[in-house]
């Protein structure tokens, strides 16, 4: 790859992956100016139940797009003695199932969907007057607009796959799951969001830019990361408010120590460029 098009190509990286941060920025917006109390009377109301307050948290984290904006609501009700800890520590790994399902959701492939949500969106936002509707309309956007910037990234990166480089960043990155980690717990703190994150490595891994065994270990660092900008978030908050976010944080580094330990002794094999890249034969 030559200097203009490698400078093409990371421009064209750099646009969607900004694209994909603020679609998802957006659509959190959106919830909280449209349903912000709505949000935080039904996690009140679901504290006596440990099983309705991880659906709760599961709910709240895919109607925000953030198990971060969660665990700090969650904080919040529980500096005011709102909240059991049980329930807490509920909501919170509800949060992070309903993370991973948004991302499911949002990696759905189907052309026609992105002109029609794209259509409805601004016009409910651009046509109501009722302050609810034009923050749908602005979910909408955000989502038409995430669907836009994933591929964006798919098409950034078809031609490279059997670039080189990209396949020393494949054998390096299943080499050093360590390094892949820091990789995913430092862009989900830079951006702020997990989702956006996650969503970004399963698309490069789908285009065979990332290895299966590094993307799964840079998600982890990305749901590290999200645990951990929540408990940054609440430093300045009571200590009895921290302490939830303090559990979860910790819950959060045993399992994925765990799960990194894990694939250490159960490495998948490196692909060839041949195996990433059968229709080149």
Known sequence: MN????IQFLLNIAGAAALLIWAVRLVRTGVERGFSNLLRNWLKQSTDNRILSAFS??????????????AVLISNFFSKNKLATA????????????????TQILMIRMSFLTPLLLLIGVSM??????????????????????????????????????NPGTQFIIEYLSRDLLVAFIIGAGF????????????????????SILPVLAASIMILGANFG?????YILTLEAPINSRRIIFANLVLRQRLEDANLRWHCHNPLPIRSQEQTNPRQK
């Open 3 to 6: 200097e203009p098009n490698l």
């Open 57 to 70: 948290g599961m709910s709240a984290a895919i109607f925000l797009q953030s198990s971060t904006a969660v």
């Open 87 to 102: 329930s807490g520590i509920a909501m919170l790994l509800g949060a992070e199932l309903g993370s991973a399902i948004v």
């Open 125 to 162: 936002f651009l046509r109501s007057k009722q302050t609810t509707n034009k923050q749908i309309g602005r979910i909408i956007i955000g989502i038409s607009l995430i669907f836009v910037s994933l591929d964006m990234l798919r098409m950034a990166t078809g031609p490279v796959v059997a």
């Open 188 to 207: 989900a703190w830079i951006i702020h969001s997990s989702v956006a994150a996650v969503l970004l490595f399963v698309t490069l891994t789908a285009q």
């Open 226 to 230: 999200g645990a951990l900008i929540a």
